[in-house]
């Protein structure tokens, strides 16, 4: 149980495209969202928590007009990165709570990101 | 303030022996602690979690920690190492109590030999 999807797995595109990467919880509902970036060699930076029918919150330093966070429905939130450029290339993970405030937090499989 | 530290970036061991990840932490609060596993290019995949109630926690694939307040450490051991046991660990602290706000360590590169 409590499995995260991510998709697509991995994606490589121009600068100055926009990538939207999906997140799933397949069985489960999850109240909360959470979408983090990681640096190779590095560990998870939290970019912004988003809760369903709600505006996401970002983290300082994120710009929430670059990483454009939806979450439609208690399943599926997703991340738009718009006119990505190299520098934005990373490995992207969300993770989702059954019910805010239950402290375990489950992992999707993480989104490579390329921008040429 | 809050923070996590994972005392060593790489740790290397011999199939068959005893691995420990060391792990200290710093909360204001009665923080719950976990560790996270990451193969690589994978997401991260949770080993167990301690949230105040039994000081020894044991997870999946025979890891466990054990929680002391006294020198604020939650060491990750395991008595014998496995091959796929190879990746990333990460010692987390929530110390928001809500588990909506995640500190995480900087990880610990474990490498197992034959």
């Known amino acids: 149980g409590a499995v995260v999807s991510q998709h697509p797995s991995w994606v490589i595109c121009k600068s100055g495209t926009s990538v939207k990467i999906e997140c799933r919880s397949l069985?489960?509902?999850?109240?909360?969202m959470f979408w983090y970036r990681q640096f190779p060699k590095q560990s998870l930076m939290l970019m912004a928590t988003?809760?369903?029918?709600?505006?996401?919150?970002?983290e300082q330093g994120v710009e929430k007009d670059k990483f454009l966070i939806n979450h439609a429905s208690l399943t599926l939130s997703t991340l738009t990165v718009t006119s990505a450029h190299p520098e934005d290339s990373s490995f992207y993970i969300c993770?989702?709570?059954?019910?805010?405030?239950?402290?375990?937090?489950?992992f999707g499989p993480g989104t490579r990101l390329t921008v040429l | 303030a809050q923070s996590v530290t994972q005392l060593d970036s790489h740790v290397s061991v011999s199939e068959g022996t005893p691995v420990l990840l060391r792990c200290n932490y710093s909360s204001s609060y009665s923080p719950s602690l976990f560790w996270y596993v990451q193969h690589p290019n994978k997401g991260l995949q949770l080993l167990l979690k301690?949230?105040?109630?039994?000081?020894l926690v044991k997870g999946i694939n025979g890891f466990e920690a054990e929680f002391k307040k006294s020198e604020t450490s939650f060491h990750l051991t395991k008595p014998s190492a496995h091959m796929s046991d190879a990746a990333e660990y990460f010692c987390v602290v929530d110390h928001t109590g809500g588990g909506n706000k995640l500190t995480f360590g900087t990880g610990t590169q474990l490498k197992v030999e034959l």
């Open positions: 988003s809760n369903e029918g709600s505006k996401a919150t970002y």
């Open positions: 993770s989702a709570q059954i019910a805010s405030g239950t402290d375990t937090q489950y």
């Open positions: 301690y949230t105040s109630a039994a000081t």
């Open positions: 069985d489960f509902q999850a109240t909360t």
